[in-house]
T-cell receptor, first 112, second 113 residues
Framework: DTGVSQDPRHKITKRGQNVTFRCDPISEHNRLYWYRQTLGQGPEFLTYFQNEAQLEKSRLLSDRFSAERPKGSFSTLEIQRTEQGDSAMYLC??????????FGPGTRLTVL | DAKTTQPNSMESNEEEPVHLPCNHSTISGTDYIHWYRQLPSQGPEYVIHGLTSNVNNRMASLAIAEDRKSSTLILHRATLRDAAVYYCILRDVDRGGADGLTFGKGTHLIIQP
């Protein structure tokens, strides 16, 4: 199965540390999305790439967050100086143009 | 963005049909109605979408009201594996999918054996 994969699946870190998550989309998909989901809530959109270009960023994406998609393949999401409020599930999705989005299993971040 | 309203939770019995409602009274003419679901401990997955006409696929049916201010996702014969949170989402076709999905809290569907 060549679905969307995310790594790591779980991350525990101390407040103030930097963390980086990776997402590998479905290979032919040109669009990649990042979402954040807290307990009991639906996912919230963070940012979106078309190929290697980051085309949209939510106001939720503070300046401590940065995302990249070099060469239009995998993507990374980095959070600098983590805060307890950053604890959430970080979901990645990919799509071919505007078609349905395929989601990965997510990375669960716990900030102590 | 146009908003959707869904019941917080619904309960149904296994092997019976389930009708999940969604209100979207401020829907615009270019908004598609999408449904995604999220099984426990998994990322969301696409279920179905439509614009005006009712739609069927292998997972479900989507019934859209004539005035498009509401829609209903129909699971014809629920199984325990259908227990999930179901999200009704509007997407503006004019954006060509160049935007993130706006999820609400969804409906938590409980299936009783």
């Amino acid at each position: 199965d060549t679905g969307v994969s995310q790594d790591p699946r779980h991350k525990i870190t101390k407040r103030g540390q930097n963390v980086t998550f990776r997402c590998d989309p479905i290979s032919e998909h040109n669009r990649l999305y990042w979402y954040r989901q807290t307990l009991g809530q639906g996912p919230e959109f963070l940012t979106y790439f078309q190929n290697e270009a980051q085309l949209e960023k939510s106001r939720l994406l503070s300046d401590r967050f940065s995302a990249e998609r070099p060469k239009g393949s995998f993507s990374t999401l980095e959070i600098q100086r983590t805060e307890q409020g950053d604890s959430a599930m970080y979901l990645c999705a990919s799509s071919l143009w505007g078609d349905e989005q395929f989601f990965g299993p997510g990375t669960r971040l716990t900030v102590l | 963005d146009a908003k959707t309203t869904q019941p917080n939770s619904m309960e149904s019995n296994e092997e019976e049909p389930v009708h999940l409602p969604c209100n979207h009274s401020t829907i615009s003419g270019t908004d598609y109605i999408h449904w995604y679901r999220q099984l426990p401990s998994q990322g969301p997955e696409y279920v179905i979408h439509g614009l005006t006409s009712n739609v069927n696929n292998r997972m479900a049916s989507l019934a859209i009201a004539e005035d498009r201010k509401s829609s209903t996702l129909i699971l014809h014969r629920a199984t325990l594996r259908d227990a999930a949170v179901y999200y009704c989402i509007l997407r503006d076709v004019d954006r060509g999918g160049a935007d993130g999905l706006t999820f609400g809290k969804g409906t938590h569907l409980i299936i009783q054996p």
